[in-house]
């Protein structure tokens, strides 16, 4: 049940670019690219979202504007090619989703605009000069505020497991900026009294002896990272998780819909739908360089009462209150 609506806003305020003119051309089709480092079935619903929002900002498909997608199916190595692809088709836009996407299209154009959905530190990571004032190339939203967020899913476990003392990390290293999460996810373990062995996957063949490595290092719950390797393989990650029976936080509601114990994120969805709103400005006279980065100012707790049940798990109230969701 949703307590709480999602509320995505600008920590800096609302676009301060000045009106732009309509620029449109009349009879000319825009052309979007999306670049993702997820597969064409696990990315279905945000596309659908993202045309939505497209079209509910006026704009129609096949007559002023088509999108092309390229999905990288969590194969990072595949990412560059499929960005000189886009590039080649000399888009108006490109929208790229994650870091290892914009690492990508960043590595081959300086001047098409590029729209950010769910970037991690965009201006340590330089993608931007600042949050209010991009000055180049790329805008867009970043999924969180700090790599901080990560001390939340260490203690959201704690709350949750008795006795806790060590907390097994799934961690595709690959991931661009991934290494600052995981010093403050360490940190506020250590902090805690708490142990956090991580074990790197890389490929989907991974995970099986991943969990395979945290049962031999003892571990009572999992926090397991975001990435598109993460995001393409969900359901066997919760499944493996269920199988250990293990307790799990993860970064993506869709997670505890199949079975994932806790999330603590962004609802993805906004941020496409954002995005889409981001497209709609650019492609009207917008530059990148005068358009704020968003960033989300709330952030989804989810618990799936049914798994904490079944894990023989009692959720603390304290917690349940705080949740924006809760499966039964």
């Not at 959905?117 to 190339?137: E, F, H, K, Q, W």
């Not at 990272?225 to 969900?234: A, V």
């Not at 006279?285 to 009462?305: H, S, W, Y």
């Amino acid at each position: 049940m949703n307590r709480r609506s999602f509320l995505c806003g600008l920590t800096l305020g609302t676009f301060c670019a000045p009106l732009v003119v309509e620029a449109q051309q009349s009879g000319k089709v825009n052309r979007v690219g999306v670049l993702t480092g997820a597969s064409p079935s696990i990315m279905a619903h945000y596309r659908e979202v993202f045309h939505e929002a497209l079209g509910a900002l006026g704009w129609t498909e096949g007559r002023d504007i088509t999108v092309e997608w390229r999905f990288a199916e969590a194969r990072y190595e595949r990412l560059p090619e499929l960005a000189g692809e886009l590039v080649r088709l000399r888009p108006d836009v490109i929208v790229a989703t994650n870091n290892s996407a914009i690492d990508a299209v960043k590595r081959v154009t300086s001047s098409v605009p590029i729209v950010m959905v769910y970037s991690s530190d965009p201006v340590r990571r330089r993608y931007i000069a600042t949050l209010a004032r991009p000055g180049a190339n790329i805008t867009g939203l970043t999924w969180d505020s700090d790599p901080k967020i990560a001390e939340k899913y260490v203690e959201f476990l704690r709350e949750v497991v008795p006795g806790l003392l060590r907390i097994g990390g799934l961690i595709d290293p690959g991931l661009p900026g991934v290494e600052d999460y995981r010093r403050v996810g360490e940190a506020a373990a250590s902090r805690l009294g708490l142990t956090f062995p991580h074990v790197v996957v890389q490929k989907s063949t991974d995970l099986e002896n991943a969990f395979v490595e945290m049962s031999r290092r003892h571990v009572q719950a999992v926090m397991v990272y975001g990435g598109s390797l993460t995001f393409s393989h969900l359901s066997q990650i919760v499944d493996l998780t269920a199988k250990s029976r293990l307790p799990a936080i993860y970064v993506l509601r869709e997670a505890v819909a199949v079975g994932g114990l806790m999330s603590y994120g962004v609802d993805q969805s906004v941020l496409f739908r954002r995005a889409a709103a981001y497209v709609d400005k650019i492609l009207k006279g917008a530059k990148p360089a005068d358009l704020p980065v968003e960033q989300p100012t709330k952030f989804e707790l989810v618990i799936n009462l049914k798994t904490a049940r079944t894990l023989g798990l009692t959720i603390p109230q304290s917690l349940l209150i705080r949740a924006d969701e809760i499966i039964q």
